[in-house]
């Protein structure tokens, strides 16, 4: 029987509920497909670190390298003043296992009340191919006369030939690959960051030349966020750089619906990638058996299809699809009509029934 190797970091507050129920429709999945999924835990989060005073092990890195994928559930902790966790557990993950790119599906599914008017899920289904290891996020930067009235602060975008290519290339594959409307879309600010932005386009055509099949189009992120809200239906897939993926990307979750249904993947095509649904931990939910494991599901499937089991994804999907558009009330928290684990139970029910 095939079988894999999952790291599992369920992390913080609403995390290991929803990572649960994920677990939990993985393995009814697997059963119905007939490979094994092994899973191993890891208590990477504010728990520890508070604990500890310890984000990551230094084993961990190495330690991950070994495993087929890793699904992670949420970093954050209320506790902890930010920017430790996400830069000492998330990005350092993301960076050291060079995920060079977060990959956040923005699809309408069937049953959901979209925010904006009139759109239907024919008319939101685009992919956001977010780089994921340079721009703003590198740490690259300083500060000078720290709480002083002559205070500097400097924080610098780095845009490599090799992060952009390597990003521009996966876009223009998956994009290939999808086969949807083979339109690819560089969304940057080449009016004023006059730079970065000039690596990224001449680097973007460029390689458009090797993809004759795919229609190429630019667009300013400002206006990406327009078009976002008034022509959803335009986007098939879109590639950006780090701070500008990380805005849109909470756009596109609203206009799907919201956070309770958006997952992504940390991928490194050559190494471990990262599964997670991108919502945080909130605490404030946290222990209430309330909140929508769905994109927590979405984030296994999405996992499913990285190690080639495709059938088992589309089965879950479809699954998922079919808890929107006939049970569920409302994706938002507490609103559902269902508790966290009753949406886990009917998901993973509904993946040994459904063909
Ligand atoms: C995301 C999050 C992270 C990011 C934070 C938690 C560091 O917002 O995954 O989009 O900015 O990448
Ligand atoms: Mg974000």
């Known amino acids: ?121 024919e008319d939101i289904d685009f992919i956001v191919v977010r780089e994921n290891t340079e721009g703003l996020y590198a740490g690259a930067g300083g500060v000078l006369k720290k709480g002083t009235p002559d205070e500097v602060a400097i924080q610098e975008s780095i845009n490599t030939r090799k992060g952009v ?69 335009w986007f098939d897939v879109i590639v950006t750089d780090n701070m500008f993926g990380d805005i849109i990307t909470d756009l596109g979750a609203m206009i799907q619906g919201g956070m309770g249904i958006a997952a992504g993947g940390n991928i490194n095509p050559h190494g471990v990638s990262m599964f997670e649904p991108i919502g945080g931990s909130a605490p404030k939910y946290t222990g209430k058996n309330v909140v929508n494991p769905l994109a927590a599901i979405c984030a296994g499937g999405m996992m499913l299809e990285h190690i080639g089991e495709n059938k088992a994804a589309q089965l879950i999907e479809k699954a998922v699809m079919e808890v929107t558009g006939k049970h569920i009330k409302s994706l938002a928290a507490g609103q559902m009509g269902y508790s966290t684990s009753e949406v886990g139970d009917l998901v993973a029910k509904l993946v040994t029934e459904l063909g």
């Not at 932005?197 to 206006?223: N, Q, S």
Request: proline letters at 5%.
């Open 165 to 233: 290519e390597r990003c521009i290339r996966f876009a223009f594959e998956y994009c290939k690959r999808r086969n949807k409307r083979n339109k690819l879309t560089l969304c940057g600010k080449t009016n004023v960051l006059t730079f970065a932005f000039d690596l990224w386009e001449r680097t973007f055509y460029e390689i458009a030349k090797e993809y004759p099949g795919i229609k190429t189009d630019y667009a300013h992120v400002d206006a990406v966020t327009m078009w976002f809200v008034k022509n959803p239906e």
């Open 1 to 121: 029987m095939k079988s894999y190797n999952i790291a599992v970091i369920p992390g913080d507050g609403t995390g290991p509920e929803v990572i649960g129920e994920g677990i939990k429709v993985l393995d009814s999945v697997s059963r119905k497909f007939g490979f094994k999924l092994d899973f191993s835990y890891y208590d990477f989060g504010g728990s520890r670190y508070l604990k500890t005073g310890e984000t990551l092990p230094d084993s961990a890195i190495e330690e991950l390298k070994k495993y087929n994928a890793i699904y992670l559930g949420a970093i954050g902790h209320p506790d902890v003043k930010a920017g430790i966790l996400e830069r000492g557990i998330l990005l350092r993950l993301r960076f050291e296992l060079d995920q060079y790119i977060n990959l956040r599906p923005v699809k309408l599914y069937p049953g959901i009340d979209c925010p904006l008017k009139n759109k239907k899920p």
